[in-house]
């Protein structure tokens, strides 16, 4: 009769080699993994310049940061600011700057309409009234909350922006009048929410909004461009436009100078959309270029919309797509 040994401390022994194997082997993974991760982070600048917040960070206030930035910056600075209200004017006047907020608890507010007088007893303009005014190129801004909070009764910007190549990204822009005067371009937001009731989306800029939501918070005018001739505008790619409960009706905008174009594709319309979709103002229709292609929702219908603007189900040529409107800049 064959005896067949069970040798368990044999295969004990081969367990515990494979084991202690297998253990390196997924310790020098997760090395490899952090090592990648720590310089994707230094490379993509994400060490940030200046940190913005309470006592035992670099700077109280989001403007002593961007003002430790050098004029002629050639390259990314990382602007870190934490959550909280940072109350007053802030200028953003340097190139290549990143300001990145902790989610939208972090919030740069203001108070004061632009017909207010200033230290001169002249009125501040929509350049003093903005809680952000950007006059400096290639800057991005993600996931800030930007407010003026002067209500009712007169122009009051959240931001204003003067420049070029500009990105945001998950941003909030709180107003009522004139919430956001974008001029120069081309500019680009992202899964942004924009709030107003009275041309609060305005300026001669090239803009390009994706995903947004724009939140209509009374009854007035979302758009009022005033694009230069040969430019393309604003252009609203898969955006919802919303409204508060109750009887509230909006225009998608209005033609302010020049050659205004403002153009909604795919875009989700909410009931409160005029039937109409715009109004008459500042410019004769023959020059204002408004348009909506394959939108939809209750407020999308364009079965009484005025015959001067083109409104179609089809869909919208490749003038209007992100690569053409943003041309070789890739936010």
């Known amino acids: 009769m064959m005896v067949v040994k069970n ?16 253990s390196r082997s997924v310790c020098m993974q997760f090395c490899l993994l952090l090592l990648f991760l720590s310089l994707r982070i230094c490379l993509a600048g994400d060490v940030p310049f200046r940190t913005v917040g309470p006592s035992g960070n670099d700077c109280a206030t989001v403007q002593a940061a961007i003002n430790a930035v050098p004029e002629d910056n050639d390259s990314e600075k990382l602007i870190l600011i934490e959550p909280g209200s940072y109350f007053g ?41 903005a809680a952000l005014l950007i006059t400096a190129d290639d800057a991005r801004i993600e996931n800030l909350t930007i407010e003026n909070t002067y209500g009712k009764g007169m122009q009051a910007q959240a931001c204003s922006v003067v420049a070029e190549r500009v990105a945001f990204f998950q941003c909030r822009f709180l107003g009522w ?11 680009f937001f992202e ?32 758009v009022a ?5 040969g430019r393309t505008g604003f252009v609203f790619q898969d955006c919802k436009i919303t409204f ?24 989700e319309m909410s009931v409160g959309v005029r039937p109409e979709g715009w ?42 797509s992100r690569a053409k409107v943003l041309g070789e800049w890739k936010p």
């Open 7 to 22: 040798d368990m401390h044999s295969a004990f022994d081969f367990r515990l080699v494979f084991q202690s194997s297998l």
């Open 244 to 267: 508060p409960f109750g009887d509230v009706a909006a225009y998608l905008g209005r033609p302010w100078r020049e050659s205004p174009s403002a153009t909604f594709v795919g875009c």
């Open 89 to 129: 004017h802030t200028v953003l006047n340097r190139p290549h700057v990143r300001l990145r907020g902790a989610g939208v608890g972090a919030t740069l507010v203001f108070n004061l309409g632009q017909a207010i007088p200033g230290g001169d007893m002249k009125p501040i303009g929509w350049q003093g009234a």
């Open 279 to 320: 109004h008459e103002w500042n410019v004769t229709p023959s020059q204002v270029r408004f348009a909506e292609y394959g939108c939809k929702g209750s407020g999308s219908e364009f079965a009484k919309r005025v015959g001067w603007a083109k409104a179609t189900a089809e869909a919208a040529p490749n003038e209007f």
């Open 225 to 229: 461009p005033s694009t230069l001739k």
């Open 177 to 187: 009048q004139d919430t956001l005067k974008i001029d120069s371009g081309p500019l």
């Open 191 to 222: 899964q942004c929410y924009i709030s107003g009731h009275v041309d609060f989306i305005y300026g001669s800029a090239t803009a390009y909004f994706s995903e947004c939501e724009i939140y209509c918070r009374d009854s007035g005018y979302i």
